[in-house]
């Protein structure tokens, strides 16, 4: 293989900005989503009754007005589940349908299948349920409180935090609380199950894992995996909110279609999606650290609570990456980390881009600016004297030894490029001079590790089939989000058998073409479906190589595949010529290629290893303003640097870390759930609550990739994931607006600042820092008055 990088060659396929493969039936509506599929006659519709109690014990259910209701034909509750009435993605704790005890307010009692949806859904809401209510635990801290977990409490631990911290010259306390976030996916959750012949079934599922569906589907229904087939040609996005969430439905949908014998589509509205499936872990974290008159962390300890839900879900390894993240880009010397996995009365909270890494960043990135505050030192010569190093201080706290290491480089080139000392001894400056109005400004870095921690997820399978005209369809076990997944891995197949990206037809994910593969989550979809894809490549090319040499009587090496043409010898073949006298030659035209992540391992014992083959990185500078009478706020300029090694395709990375960006920004600021005191989530749709909209973009928006990196891992052409680090991108904008708070007091304490920084909680922070800093100045200056 040519060991230059593809962009170096004349017109790669790897390497160029293409636009996604679908962004042509995106904007014109000609993308096929699960709801678009032609409805076969006699499809039914499907509706999931629901639990209006965080904690009761089931006394009775009354279904006959559901029975009785216009155009029902079926109604279903655990008992007619011939399998398992489980869809939990680990442990068995997640039900399709409550039976004694209902454990969060939206919970899936039972299920309508009716002739057309809105019948289904009036159908449902006529149940009458008797409820014998429990008491509830709502939050993260009463779980703790009350020794209530889903999954044991794990420490990750180096060195000695307490003694550290003891005998440090300066220590810092407090807690933060990180809320959650609803990944509202703009197509919301829904399957189409069709029964086919001998017992089988076809479900059509919006999922990040339709391996895993098959399996869900497969234990409801009592049948084995075989007789399951899932596909997936797209989700109208995902965002970790279909990893592992759609087998509900998918299970629903599938066992009413068992019982009819009918087609049956289970779609969920925006309400019901909200309030019935997991979203990002809320965290309240404290923490306690010591350190030195410089910044220098010497000791700190986290204690991590993260409000899991009433189920287990995939809540183990999320609370395990917000440990293993908790350095962020940063040495920890001595550190004490304990996670607790709160079980509470609400939905069970699951997958959201950064998978816990995020909430685990803003705990350590939150005490290096209170540090940098209470020292009253720029919190960016706070973050620098932290970092870890390139040879010495490179060990994480999990024993991984960090062999990328490039933040310091990217801070760097960034804080240059952005002009950021200038810009903010400027901001301080022009904050004298306005008294309402603030500006702040904060570079924050990232290094996220990239691999699953559940090793053996790591793998990937792919299938490509030439046809004879020289045209080839590509399959692999990675599921297209928006996230320009297929596109990738379809220019990874081109570049190797050197086509133009035409002739490779992309195909959705399919259970039956690629088998039991992993979600495609960890923003790994890349790397191993497309090495897997590359691998399968390859197998072919090498038999019409092997052909083409012994055909033509020459050696292998005089087998040059160009652009659509292949060199033998003195002569030239078009791929189309070659690939039909290889045909006529009975030479096999499609392979299955398999890919596993080497070098990683670790024991989620002791939790030391190495977790991730390798780090992304990146950093972000952001500047914002805020009203302090009211706490309105906008960014008025970002720049983001952001490393992707050898860049796949820059167009779709650049979407990614824009993407990313912006949807981080709106976890650590419009994007607030609520829920009231009866365990109900009261911000269940657009109205109430608020993602980023196109006008949030920060007016001067700049956005770059790290020129000449190269990942020093083999990598699919040495590109890197790209899918989840940018959204810790947005923890600058966190940190701008408390630095904007605290420019309202002369930058005399530090605010208080709690995630998501709302407009309401911004006004507050001011509120509680002047009264803090009013306290100080007084308490100042009895004490001059004393001396
Ligand atoms: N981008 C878009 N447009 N839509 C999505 O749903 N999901 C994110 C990220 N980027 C998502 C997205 C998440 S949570 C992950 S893990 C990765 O994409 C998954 O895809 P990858 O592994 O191919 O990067
Ligand atoms: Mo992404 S949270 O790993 O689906």
């Known amino acids: 293989m040519n060991a230059m990088h593809p962009s170096a060659l004349h017109g790669a396929v790897a390497g160029a900005a293409l636009p996604h493969d679908s962004a042509h039936l995106h904007v014109s509506g000609a993308a096929t989503y699960i709801d678009d599929i032609a409805e076969l006659r006699g499809t039914l519709h499907a509706a999931i009754g629901t639990s209006e109690r965080a904690h009761a ?14 155009g029902v034909v079926l109604v279903m509750v655990a008992a007619d589940i011939p399998g398992k009435n489980d869809y939990g993605p680990v442990i068995a704790d997640d039900p399709i349908f409550a039976t004694d005890v209902v454990q969060y307010y939206g919970q899936s009692v039972f299920a ?46 180096r060195g000695n935090a307490a003694s550290a911290i003891a005998v440090a010259p300066h220590r810092l306390r407090g807690r933060l609380a990180i809320g959650g976030q609803d990944q509202f996916y703009l197509e919301g959750h829904i399957a189409y199950a069709i029964p086919r012949e001998d017992n089988t079934m076809l479900v059509h599922s919006s999922t990040q894992h339709p391996g895993e569906v098959q399996h869900q589907v497969a234990h409801a229904l009592g049948v084995t995996q075989k007789d399951v087939v899932v596909e997936c040609r797209r989700m109208g996005g995902g965002f970790g909110g279909k990893e592992s969430q759609p087998g509900l439905f998918a299970c629903i949908a599938a066992l009413l279609a068992r019982a009819t014998g009918k087609a049956v589509k289970m779609r969920v509205d925006r309400d019901d999606d909200m309030t019935i499936t997991g979203k990002r872990h809320d965290f309240v974290t404290d923490y306690d650290v010591g350190f030195d008159a410089q910044g220098r962390i010497l000791g700190v300890s986290f204690v991590l609570a993260g409000r899991c839900g009433y189920s287990a879900d995939l809540s183990g390894s999320i ?61 960016l010569a706070v973050r620098k004297i932290n970092f870890y190093g390139t040879t010495e201080r490179n060990v994480t706290h999990y024993q991984q030894t960090i062999e990328d290491n490039c933040i310091a480089e990217i801070v760097a080139e960034l804080e240059a490029t952005a002009g950021y000392a200038k810009r903010r001894a400027a901001i301080r400056e022009w904050n004298r001079k306005s008294p309402i109005l603030k500006r702040g400004i904060a570079l924050t870095p990232v290094k996220f590790g990239i691999s699953f921690t559940a090793t053996h997820l790591n793998q990937a399978g792919a299938l490509v089939h030439i046809y004879k005209d020289g045209t080839v369809q590509l399959n692999h076990g990675g599921t297209e989000m928006g996230q320009g997944l297929f596109i990738k891995v379809a220019q990874v197949v081109a570049e190797e058998l050197q086509l133009d990206i035409d002739a490779v037809r992309i195909t959705g994910s399919d259970t039956s073409k690629v088998p039991n593969a992993s979600a495609t989550a960890a923003s790994s ?27 033509f009587g020459v050696d292998s090496t005089q087998v040059v595949f160009q652009r659509n043409q292949v060199r033998v010898g003195e002569q030239t073949l078009s791929f189309k010529e070659l690939v039909n006298l290889a045909f006529i030659a009975r030479i096999s035209l499609s392979a299955t290629g398999f890919y596993k992540t080497p070098k990683i391992h670790y024991d989620r014992k002791t939790f030391t290893g190495r977790p991730f083959f390798y780090f992304a990185y990146g950093a972000a500078v952001s500047e914002v303003v805020i009203d302090t009478l009211t706490g309105e706020n906008r960014m008025l300029r970002v720049d983001i640097l952001h490393d992707v090694g050898k860049s796949l395709n820059p167009a779709i990375d650049m979407g990614q870390v824009e993407g990313g960006f912006i949807q981080g920004v709106g976890w650590l600021t419009t994007e607030e759930l609520c829920w009231n005191a009866k365990g109900r989530l009261t911000t269940h749709a657009p109205s109430t609550y608020k993602i980023p909209v196109a006008s949030d973009v920060p007016p001067e928006f700049n956005v770059r990739l790290l020129e000449r990196s190269i990942n020093v891992e083999d990598t699919v052409y040495r590109s890197k994931a790209v899918g989840e680090p940018p959204l810790m991108l947005g923890i600058s904008v966190f940190h701008a607006l408390k630095d904007a708070i605290a420019a309202a007091v002369g930058y005399t304490v530090s605010p208080r600042l709690d995630a998501p920084a709302t407009a309401e909680r911004i006004l507050h922070a001011g509120v509680e820092t002047r009264e803090r800093a009013a306290t100080a100045a007084q308490t100042t200056a009895a004490a001059g008055v004393v001396a």
């Open 319 to 379: 609370n395990d990456r917000a440990m293993f993240h908790s350095d962020n880009c940063y040495y920890l010397e001595n550190v004490d980390i304990v996670s607790y996995r709160c079980k509470t009365n609400t939905v069970s909270n699951t997958a959201f881009r950064g998978f816990g890494g995020p909430q685990g960043m803003m705990g350590i990135e939150y005490v290096i600016d209170e540090i940098a505050r209470h020292l009253d030192l720029d919190p």
């Open 525 to 551: 979809g890349t790397d191993i479906n497309g090495k897997a894809a590359q691998a399968a490549a390859r197998t072919i090319k090498e038999r019409l190589i092997a052909f083409a040499a012994e055909r």
């Open 57 to 70: 014990r089931i006394v009775s259910i009354d279904l006959s007005a559901v029975r009785a209701a216009p």
């Open 112 to 157: 309508v299948a009716a002739h057309t949806v809105e019948q289904a859904r009036r159908a449902a809401k006529l149940a009458r349920i008797e409820y014998e209510d429990l008491p509830p635990i709502l939050t993260a801290p009463e779980a703790v409180a009350a020794g209530s977990f889903v999954l044991p409490t794990e420490r990750m631990q």
